[in-house]
């Protein structure tokens, strides 16, 4: 059982986290561009490397967090992290870098699962639809705000920030997670009465949430294989926002206000999915969501408009925040093992972050003359996305 106080912790943590981690992987590619002259074949496979990392240590990360514990996994992960960037700093070759990238790919693959299963467990399954929505809008609001003043940051601060900001944080996390690690050993010690049955504390009762098993994990499986194709999108158009910027002749700062529309429309459907639970279960909204995510993605990508590319990341973020909440969600409410479940479903992220860019950088590099030949090699992949989306729901319902 986690206090009141360790899940509040916790929420903190996630935050903090989830600022350093966009400051630093989505400026990274304006990094990579303005220092070593990338452009978006490059920052596509940068972005491809990183995808095929986070992949791997999510799912050793929630394994090792699920059986050595979450917050040695915590440290271990922040660890990773502030030794990566701090080496970073002191770097001016395109190939270090690459490594430092890939090296706190893998610490950060040590951080979300932990998160995911402190905040989730000992939850009722009515009461996880709350801690998760919590969870999304907290981690989305802080990324959105990264991505939103990033840009800003890195123009006044200097290069040098996009290493210097995330280290600081990450130090302050490190520090805190000790702190919180002590107080849920003392809390294990020494536990808290138990408040009465009917109450509102932890241990009042509360209904369980009605889903048959057999539809529930029919759903977590739609869930596993949506979320990774909207993450093909999301990295796929963070690794080449650099060009689209250049395109619309908008400066770093610039590029920070207008492209993180969609991270600001993500984090608005989360708190409407957070306090509408009828989305749960309901293959319309799941499909409909993924109809969006394809057709604003292809829009962002292939039509040269600043009105445009603001209103189509409208949509997508709206798409996306579904998405990625049913992922979540369905993992936390189908089965124990938070951390272990919670791993998978960053997984899949891993999966999607890798073969977005891959695809799209094969298809700079096989059909270099055609300037859309990414957006429409991606897009024909999450087309392939929405066949097996069908295919699973046809199965369960014969």
Not at 69 to 81: E, H, N, Q, R
Request: charged residues 10%.
């Amino acid at each position: 059982m986690r206090s009141a106080q360790v899940k509040t912790g916790c929420f903190i943590l996630e935050g903090l986290n989830s600022f350093a981690t966009t400051f630093y992987f989505y400026y990274l590619y304006f990094f990579m561009q303005q220092q070593f002259g990338f452009g978006d074949k490059a920052n596509l496979v940068l972005a491809a490397a990183s995808g095929l990392v986070y992949m791997f240590a999510v799912w050793w990360g929630g394994r090792f967090a699920q059986r050595a514990g979450c917050f040695t996994a915590l440290k271990i992960g922040f660890v990773i992290m502030i030794v990566a960037l701090a080496v970073g700093t002191q770097l001016d070759d395109a190939t270090g870098q690459v490594v430092v990238m890939l090296a706190t790919t893998l610490g950060m693959g040590f951080t979300w699962p932990p998160l995911e299963a402190l905040v989730s467990e000992d939850e009722t399954p009515v009461r996880l639809q709350q801690i998760i929505g919590l969870y999304n809008v907290v981690w989305a609001g802080m990324g959105a705000l990264a991505y939103f003043v990033g840009g800003a940051m890195l123009e006044k601060l200097g290069l040098k920030s996009l290493f210097v900001v995330p280290i600081a944080i990450l130090v302050v996390q490190l520090a805190f997670t000790v702190w919180l690690q002590r107080k849920a050993k003392n809390l294990q010690t020494n536990p808290p009465p138990a408040p009465p049955v009917g109450g509102s504390g932890v241990g009042s009762f509360q209904p369980l949430n009605p889903r048959p098993i057999a539809r529930a994990k029919a759903f977590l499986r739609m869930a596993w294989l949506t979320n990774p194709f909207a993450y093909i999108a999301i990295n796929t158009l963070v690794a080449v926002m650099p060009g689209v910027a250049g395109r619309l002749g908008l400066s770093t700062t610039l590029a920070g206000f207008c492209c993180s529309v969609w991270c600001f429309a993500r984090l608005g459907a989360f708190f409407a999915l957070w306090f509408w639970p009828g989305w749960h279960y309901q293959f319309r909204w799941l499909l409909g969501s993924y109809l969006a995510l394809v057709i604003s993605f292809a829009v962002i990508l292939m039509v040269p408009s600043l009105a445009v590319l603001i209103a189509a990341q409208l949509v997508l973020g709206v798409a996306l925040g579904l998405i990625y909440y049913s992922s979540l969600f369905y993992s936390m409410d189908v089965g124990k093992t938070k951390a272990e479940h919670g791993g998978i479903h960053e997984a899949t992220i891993g999966l999607g972050n890798f073969a977005g860019p891959a695809v799209g950088a094969a298809a700079l590099h096989f059909l270099p003359h055609s300037a859309n030949s990414s957006a429409v090699a991606v897009g024909a992949l999450l087309l392939c996305g929405l066949g097996g989306l069908l295919g699973i729901w046809h199965k369960t319902k014969t």
